[in-house]
């Protein structure tokens, strides 16, 4: 081997362009690629570890570990799918404890752990081989539960003792789901409170879960995702929703809130809606759902910079969410997406003028537009008409579901109004990406593919380089 080849620093420029099954391949050329693959692998798939422990043929209820190399153990994916090997249900719950306890030095190299399993049997020998791990420099913890069946398994309540402090761990994601209508989410409720008790330096928190965690041990969160998973015959209860905000309202800088599978709520009126005096960063999906008077505003908002509205289909107007709001100068980049599935003539068309006094002081604009026609034209024509009074330098426009090869030129068109007004403005840059179906593609190509277009306007006088109609689409990859 050439000794160029053998330079780490070359291996790192090559390696970090293969994909992950020829990453794997390639540790097994010598030890040289061992090392460096090994390194990369670690970086970005997680190590199904407890795939590595096979039973042993001549002791019943033996198992043995395969060894791996020590680079491998960042980061580990614990789940209830086993080596073929094992059928025991009684082994296999022991062995997500080994996992913990026999891979050799799991305490001090790994970083992340993924937890994914799908019976409630594993919880309480996960929690166990955590506490016999003791304090560890585990950065992230992804734990997610999908329940498929029925099972009147009761998580006993020892099993959520406190777990010793995890000074390093500063990220969790955490999932809960069930296929049953009574599926018994709530109950998982304990395990997650645990992990954030355990967590005194937490700064990102990720949750998909049906209840409301305690966050007020949660002194420098500074992210947070939240999603509500509406149970049967349940909905989300803002005043939960506030109070859980309130208790992060000091350190929080960025807030997504989401609801899977959101319907039309009513608006409600919360007893005391809290000042969030560092957001910079809000985020909404499911708008109807967090239909919260008198808390969209600069007085709750200070320091709000970045804002991200997104309208499903089927949930109302994006106009009846903007009716929450006050008016607000800070917001300088804004998300909008605007599904136009069960629009009817002026329904969705009003909504750009009271957006544009709204927040006057965007520069920045990322717009998803869903379920468009070419019926929906003279509409988008206003909104991009109304947009032209924000001083824009920049602008991410997306279109999905769109099903008329003749919208790429119309919708081009549109938003070509949006190019730079005044000599002062140099740089605009317009992003167009279209999802459409064209009409029989070659063998060779896809046909559902996305295109997209990008426009960069760069001279004084804001023209914009080349008609939309001479523009030829590019296929990303």
């Known amino acids: 081997m050439s000794k160029a080849m053998r330079n780490p620093l070359i291996f790192d420029a090559i390696f970090a362009h293969l994909h992950l099954?020829?990453?794997?391949?390639?540790?097994?050329?010598?030890?040289?690629?061992?090392?460096?693959?090994?390194?990369?692998?670690?970086?970005?798939?997680?190590l199904h570890a407890n795939k590595l422990f096979t039973l042993m043929a001549s002791k019943l209820f033996d198992v043995k570990v395969t060894p791996v190399n020590s680079q491998l153990i960042r980061r580990l994916r614990i789940s209830d799918n086993l080596h073929r090997s094992i059928w025991s249900n009684r082994i296999k719950i022991g062995i997500i404890t080994k996992v913990l306890t026999e891979v050799p030095e799991v305490s001090q190299l790994t970083r992340e752990i993924k937890f994914d399993v799908t019976h409630k049997e594993f919880v309480p020998p996960f929690l166990q081989g955590i506490r016999m791990l003791g304090s560890t420099k585990i950065r992230h913890v992804d734990i997610s539960i999908h329940l498929k069946s029925f099972s009147d398994y009761i998580i006993p309540a020892e099993t959520y003792q406190k777990l010793r402090p995890q000074p390093s761990l500063t990220s969790v994601k955490f999932k809960t789901l069930s296929n049953s209508e009574f599926g018994g989410q709530l109950e998982f409720q304990p395990l997650i409170q645990i992990w954030l008790d355990a967590a005194p330096n937490l700064a990102n928190l990720d949750v998909a879960v049906s209840f409301y965690p305690n966050l007020e041990g949660c002194t420098n969160l500074k992210v947070r995702r939240f999603e509500f998973l509406e149970r049967y015959r349940t909905d989300i209860d803002l005043n939960k929703v506030i109070k859980m905000l309130g208790q992060i309202k000091d350190s929080l800088i960025e807030l997504e809130l989401s609801k899977r599978y959101s319907r039309t709520q009513q608006i409600q009126t919360v007893d005391e809606v809290p000042v969030m005096s560092k957001l910079t960063k809000l985020s909404i999906h499911a708008l109807q759902a967090y239909g919260i008077l008198w808390f969209f505003d600069e007085d709750h908002f200070p320091k709000l910079k970045t804002l991200s509205l997104h309208h499903a289909s089927g949930e109302g107007t994006l106009t009846s969410h903007l009716n929450l709001w006050r008016r607000h100068r800070g917001v300088q980049a804004l998300g909008l997406t605007v599904d136009f599935l069960y629009s009817k003539k002026g329904e969705e068309e009003d909504f750009e003028e009271k957006i544009v006094d709204m927040f006057p002081s965007v520069m920045e604009l990322d717009l998803t537009m869903k379920h468009i026609s070419l019926s929906f034209i003279p509409a988008i024509n206003r909104i991009m008409e109304s947009f032209k009074t924000w001083d824009l330098e920049r602008v991410n426009v997306c279109v999905t579901w769109g099903r008329q090869i003749s919208l790429l030129s119309e919708l081009l068109k549109a938003i070509s109004v949006l190019k730079a007004q005044k000599p002062a403005q140099r740089v605009r840059t317009i992003r167009f990406r279209q999802f459409l179906k064209f009409p029989r593609p070659p063998p060779s190509n896809a046909t559902s593919r996305p295109t997209a277009v990008k426009l960069r306007m760069n001279n004084p006088r804001g023209t914009l380089l080349g008609h939309p109609e001479a523009l030829r689409p590019t296929r990303t990859p």
């Open 21 to 46: 099954r020829d990453l794997k391949t390639s540790r097994l050329v010598c030890q040289d690629w061992n090392d460096v693959a090994s390194t990369l692998l670690a970086k970005r798939a997680y």
